[in-house]
């Protein structure tokens, strides 16, 4: 018998249709191939320039989230108590009707009774577009609780963030070093760039609790205790201070280094310092006498003193050179050894300097110097929710933010780079708006940049505007609003009432919820008038999540394949450092159920709502669906959702809408590049050459150039309110809090999780497994059988001290809850810390799975343990559980204590079985 | 590894078909027409009923014929191919038995032979095998022939040869536990030069591939307890060699068959069940699981 | 054919890389989807939304925490499994029905299915843990190194390599002909000391494991001297010294 032949050419498919991966906020491109009409097999698109042909376990498992038995099947009705279950299918219309009877009444008389919240929402742009038309002032997406620290921090000291909007010169840089990142929304990226950093003998570095994932590979890990990474990196800036080995250049240059504080007394104490014409200015060192700031040849003086006033450089300096930034004043609480602390300091100085490279690039800065080359330093950073979860994340990011500054590693060859539309100086960006009227839309974009007082969300009483207390005294920078904070507040009626809660993908009664069980319960309580306190939910979600239950009015969206989308640079694109990017969803497979694409119901229900913007002057739909809006709604003239292929086909950025413009996406595999002339590749914020290209690719009207931003006004607004300075003043139980957490220069407290923790010495952190996302990973057959469960991960202290084994169960109590957990044993992890993978506990019934799936069975949720309010203080007040900046919601501050219970059936708690929407699955 | 019931019966049945028809072949039980009919009919059934109970675990038993194709490479196909020859070869041996041909002995011993080949060729499917070093020894095919010669012998009432031979058996089987216990050291595989992390340090299991469970794990990941093992072993022990050996040398021929069987097969299924339960497969050492019982 | 070729043409198989797996299951799922979908039997799944949910994978990859020999900080090395295509392949002889066999074009190790009976045990003579019998098909699934794929005329040929390599975010995994001693596979093996699993059974494994390389090494004395004494010349010294520099 000879060797078998086989066919080693079968055919692939029938047809390959190109569009974006929805899995997380990365947005590959994907192949999508299709055989008799089915999708059949899933790969990643080559040309793709977020993923370059790459997917991970998500994406290329997307085929079982099409096919999920979970998918919801059409509009349904509540008919029994809330989260009973009780629901009757209806039609589109009907639900449709039912919902512009709830909403019309509520626009007419108080639109802020309304309350729109979008979770993980990737059309931003329409959705606050129609909040805003809608009227009511209570708009956000998930970003307070994610991870506005980040966002914040880096659009008030540089112009733009981590996450996805920005990433390493993977070209040029030698040493990334990662602080607190397990995942990220830059998941392909970060993967395809630490590949290619250490296949060419480029070092990579992990700050983290936990080594796993990018920190596992990492050739140096250290393992810093939670809610530290600020005095790390303010002791790695006083260590390159005193060593000298800090960019002066770069600094004096494009930093508001030279730029003078205030120093006298009084109401402007602290401010920049402005000459006649309000404008900042520095000392010229080849004069000794004040010049523009944005002078040119001007070589502004970092050491000067005018008039009694000195240097931002200067205070900075005294600052971080004292004694308490001393790697051995440190080494106990981050814990890390002060020797090693020098050490990275060393190697963070050897890659700027020693290694220090150049461009052969012309450029023109905004002062109309030319240089004839670009200095490059090859050290990059990256850093995500572990250090912006926590109470000290706002300026912990600010911290590492200008480690980047005085390294003169951002937007330089080998340094951060980000992507446009940034950066974009906070200037550039609205200030919120919220003001409401009866059936009037607002007058503004509800989210944006505070600057001052002035700008907060407040009424005249002093009382909130929004209902999640976003833009106040408590949270003055909540740029992304908060999310976690609306049910609780809505349910206590603190600032006020509301009556419909309109939410749309996010999974608010289970792991987007910190306190759950309490969250699950504020949704079906009822006030002594026998109704509902939040009396109507409306609901839109595409599968059977937890959430599900807990809605009057269920909205089923369509599957990623299965609708239009926008990824615009409007919201959250997907540009390259070199390149500004967006992209579509199109329809590869239509949907078999009655269900619609959540954007379209949007458009749909706008319409019958009458909004601006969405109705014809005769009263009719303005637009046909979603896909429509994406071709012709302008948000300026000539501006749109999409830059590619607008006017007649050959306009990028601006003109007038293209009715060929998806067609011409879909053949461009779903995407579109416009990209950054090569002399405009760094130094973006300074130069002239990317600041035209950027107002021609119409993210901007006029050039914004700017400086780094090291002292930040708008936060010494605040603390200048808090000493007492100023007509608009915070409540005398905040003024403290205030004048700590708004310093101007970056600055490490406690996180605020260390009060009362002395009976819980234990961190627990949660992590993204790179495997699943959130809560919705449970549904797919093959992700579920890779993690159906997840452990709590104990350091080898504990476990020994303990005397844990295998099999073993430990109940684990924080100052807000308890849980009986499954625990594993893990060697590479912070002495004082425990963890495990987020969101795999699941409710039983929901996502269709069985009642007795391991997720529902052993797996957990930490949310349990962590409540949006801390322990009363001293004067009985409790603080939100957030950065006490932005309202970040500070995940990663619980501490809690960790006892043997040894082996067990099941995790605590269990919560009832919930009622079925779709049939549990069955086969695959 | 998995003790699967159809493995476990077809090795037992089939080793102590081979065996009593051995003695058959070579004339040591001289028995002529019907109780020969009997006594090769009790024989066939026993070898070819294991035989069939195998076949329970093949995911294609449609397709059992082609296992006998591979006779050069495979101890699985030779098994087939010799245990098929056997029952053949013995064939007219048996009629000659009970019709009365008077064909004289040469089937007998050639196909007794073949019985022979047969067990050993089972046990070489075990044997053969590096990656369950328990089993990679030659007192697995000894201990399959030594169940199969007892076996046959206690149920040829054989009085004091099959007393002696259980005894042996009983050696046979203390000395294969001993050098199995520490064969997998022996073996000189860890999870170490499994994963090729030696030079790195000593490697533990951090989190399992998959949650969920995979074939290899019910397959090849069964954990006995070590002292369920030892209880097991002394059980197997009694009954498969004590029992036999004192009852061939004690009772009547009837009674001593009867109860020394029944006893024998008992023990050899728990000596069986055990095999595999007790064999640890170095794929085991990827989920930390190999070695650990022991 | 359960008889091995005395040799092979080509030798292909995969390198993988410890150093820079960040274990993201992505070539698992990869490998499952284009598998699900190509050579032979579907890859099933039992009870996939229930209490034990299982199922065939080609491909797994597992998680393992190693302590230094002296000590130091532990590290943990994430580890894909899957099949080396060994060149004495134990899988292949003990077949008793040929099914499962060694292409003497490239040393690919395949099962055929149609002749498969299903007894298991190439799996227990596999050291690997490298095949599953798929318990639906009810024969034995493993790596075919996307044979399906690696010579497909109806793809492109930059995609013509398997799957998992494809999608493997890091660059982690690499095809390629070990015969050719130019080729990627043979020059990291050569540059990176690849290791073959478990060499003392004598399977010959095809596939390399690149291991990870030294890491934590403690940092050398600090470079970074201070400019000068601050706590003596103070901080008026220090901005001198310091913007001294600028010129
Ligand atoms: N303990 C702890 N808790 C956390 C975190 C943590 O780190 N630790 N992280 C927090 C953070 S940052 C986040 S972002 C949240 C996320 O937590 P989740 O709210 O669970 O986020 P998602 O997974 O985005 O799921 C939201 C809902 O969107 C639904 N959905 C999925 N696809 C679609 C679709 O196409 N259309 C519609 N309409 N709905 C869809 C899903 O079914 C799900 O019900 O978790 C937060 N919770
Ligand atoms: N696969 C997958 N990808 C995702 C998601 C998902 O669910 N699955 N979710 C997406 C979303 S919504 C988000 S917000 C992002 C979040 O992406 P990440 O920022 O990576 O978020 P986490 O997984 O919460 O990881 C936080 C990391 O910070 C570490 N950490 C915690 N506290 C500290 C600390 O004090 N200091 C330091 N240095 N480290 C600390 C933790 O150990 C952990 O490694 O991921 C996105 N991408
Ligand atoms: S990283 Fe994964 S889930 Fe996210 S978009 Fe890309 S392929 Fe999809
Ligand atoms: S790894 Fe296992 S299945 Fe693959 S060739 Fe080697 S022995 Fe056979
Ligand atoms: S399971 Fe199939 S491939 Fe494996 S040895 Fe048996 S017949 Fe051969
Ligand atoms: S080569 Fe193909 S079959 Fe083998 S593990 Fe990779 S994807 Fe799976
Ligand atoms: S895809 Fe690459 S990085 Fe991810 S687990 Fe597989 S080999 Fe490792
Ligand atoms: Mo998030």
Known sequence: MGQPKIDTSPKVSDEIRKTTCYMCACRCGINVHLTSGKVSYIEGNRDHPVNKGVLCAKGASGIMQVTAPSRLQTPLRRVGPRGSGAFEPISWDAALDLAVSWMKPLRETAPEKLAFFTGRDQSQSLTGWWAQAFGTPNYAAHGGFCSVNMAAAGIYTIGGAFWEFGQPDWKHTNLFVLFGVAEDHDSNPIKIGIGKLKARGGKVIGINPIRTGYNAVADDWYGITPGTDGLLVLSLIHCLMEAGKIDLDYLSRWTNAPLLVNGAEGPEKGLILKNAESQPFVIDRRTGMPAPWDGQGVQPDLGAVWQGHRTVFQHMAERYLSDEYRPEAVADRCGIPAARIRGLAAELARAAFDQAFTLPITWTDFRGDTHDQMQGRPVSFHAMRGISAHSNGFQTARALHLLQIVLGAVEVPGGYRLKPPYPKPVEAHPTPHFVTAPGKPLSGPHLGYVRGPENLALKEDGTPWRIDKAFTWENPFSAHGMMHMVIPNAHAGDPYRIDTLFLYMANMAWNSSMNTTKVMEMLTDKGPDGEYIIPRIIYSDAYASEMVAYADLILPDTTYLERHDCISLLDRPISEPDAAGDSIRWPVVEADRDVRGFQSVLLDLGARLGLPGMVNPDGSAKFKDYADYIVNHQRRPGVGPLIGWRGDGTKTGRGEPNPDQLARYIENGGFHQAHVPEEASYMKPWNAAYQEWAVATSFFETPQPYLFNIWSEPMRRFQLAAEGQGFIQPPDHLRERLKVAMDPLPVWYPAYGEDGAEEYPVHALTQRPMDMYHSWGSQNAWLRQIRGKNFLYLPTKIWTAAGFVDGDYARVSSPHGEITVPVAHMAALNADTVWTWNAIGKRKGAWALDEGAPEAKEGFLLNHLISELLPARGDGRRWSNSDPVTGQAAWFDLRVRIERVGPQEKAQPQFDTLPRVVPKGEGR | ?294 | MTCLPAKTDKKLGLVIDLDTCVGCQACVTACKGWNDQGYGAALSDQDPYGADPSGTFLNRVHSYQVTPHDGGTAKIVNFPRSCLHCEDAPCVTVCPTGASYKRTEDGIVLVNEDACIGCGLCAWACPYGAREMDDEAQVMKKCTLCVDRIYNENLPEEDREPACVRTCPTGARHFGDFADPDSTVSKLTRDRGGVPLMPQLGTKPVNRYLPPRPKDRPEEASLLAPLLDIKAQGFAGWLDRMLGKLE
């Open chain 2, 1 to 294: 590894m998995k003790p699967a019931p159809s493995v476990i019966l077809f090795s037992t049945l089939s080793g102590l078909g081979f065996g009593f028809l051995a003695l058959l072949g070579l004339g040591l039980i001289a028995v002529q027409g019907w109780p020969a009919f009997f006594h090769w009919a009790f024989g066939y059934a026993l070898a070819v009923g294991g035989l069939l109970a195998s076949t329970f675990h093949l995911g294609h038993p449609e397709r059992a014929w082609r296992a006998f194709s591979q006779w050069r490479s495979s101890w699985l196909s030779r098994e087939g191919v010799a245990a098929v020859a056997t029952l053949l070869i013995l064939a007219p041996q048996a009629l000659s038995d009970w019709l009365g041909f008077g064909w004289g002995q040469g089937f007998g011993l050639v196909g007794a032979l073949g019985c022979g080949a047969t067990v050993l060729c089972t046990a070489m499917i075990y044997a053969q095998l590096k990656t369950v070093p328990r089993w990679h020894h030659w007192s697995v095919p000894a201990t399959y022939l030594g169940f199969s010669l007892t076996g046959g012998l206690i149920l040829a009432g054989a009085g004091l040869w099959a007393s002696v031979a259980a005894l042996g058996l009983g050696l046979l089987l203390a000395y294969g536990w001993r050098v199995g216990d520490g064969a997998f050291a022996r073996a000189g595989v860890d999870l170490a030069s499994a994963t090729g992390l030696s030079g790195l340090g000593r490697p533990q299991v951090f989190e399992q591939p998959h949650t969920g469970g995979n074939y290899l794990m019910r397959e090849m990941i069964y954990v006995v307890g070590r002292r369920h093992a030892t209880k097991l072993r002394v059980i197997a022990l009694i009954f498969a060699a004590g029992i036999p050996a004192l009852s061939a040398a004690l009772l009547p021929v009837l009674p001593a068959l009867i109860l020394g069987g029944a006893s024998h097969l008992l023990g050899a299924m728990a000596q069986r069940w055990l095999f595999f339960a007790e064999a640890e497969h170095v794929v085991g050492l990827y989920y930390g699981k190999a070695a650990s019982s022991l």
